[in-house]
């Protein structure tokens, strides 16, 4: 019954920000840590970051932790994907997902994350 919807999604320049948002129904929002998945045209989808039910404690992948920042916002049942400086190999759908079996911890593996969205679209070209 975990519904979540991506919205901020779009086609911007190099060198861009976005913020991508997703808003989670069903369930208790704070059973869940919050993930950020992406999946490149042709490519397996990968984890982009992560935070736990507090948001205290976040992942980012190593290679996106000079741009990108993950957040929630419990009051709202949202999570937030700041991206900054934007690059043509960030194209990809972006996904919001639920982890639900421990919520002090970040999964690394995409597979481990139970409940996803439709994803939205980032499109990075000049």
């Known amino acids: 019954q975990v519904q979540l919807v991506e919205s901020g999604g779009r086609s911007v320049p190099p060198g861009a920000s976005l913020k991508l948002s997703c808003v989670v129904s069903?369930?208790?929002?704070?059973?869940?840590?919050m993930g950020w998945v992406r999946q490149a045209p042709g490519k397996a989808r990968e984890l982009v970051a992560s935070?736990?039910?507090?948001?205290?404690?976040?992942f980012v992948k190593r290679s996106l932790r000079d741009r990108f920042t993950i957040s929630r916002d419990n009051d709202k049942n949202m999570v937030f994907l700041q991206m900054n400086g934007l690059k043509p190999e960030d194209t990809a759908v972006y996904y919001c997902?639920?982890?639900?079996?421990?919520?002090?911890?970040?999964?690394?593996?995409?597979?481990?994350?139970?409940?996803w969205g439709r994803g939205t679209q980032v499109t990075v070209s000049p």
């Open positions: 935070i736990i039910w507090s948001g205290d404690n976040t």
């Open positions: 997902a639920v982890y639900s079996r421990d919520v002090r911890i970040c999964p690394k593996v995409v597979s481990d994350y139970d409940y």
């Open positions: 069903g369930g208790t929002f704070t059973d869940y840590v």
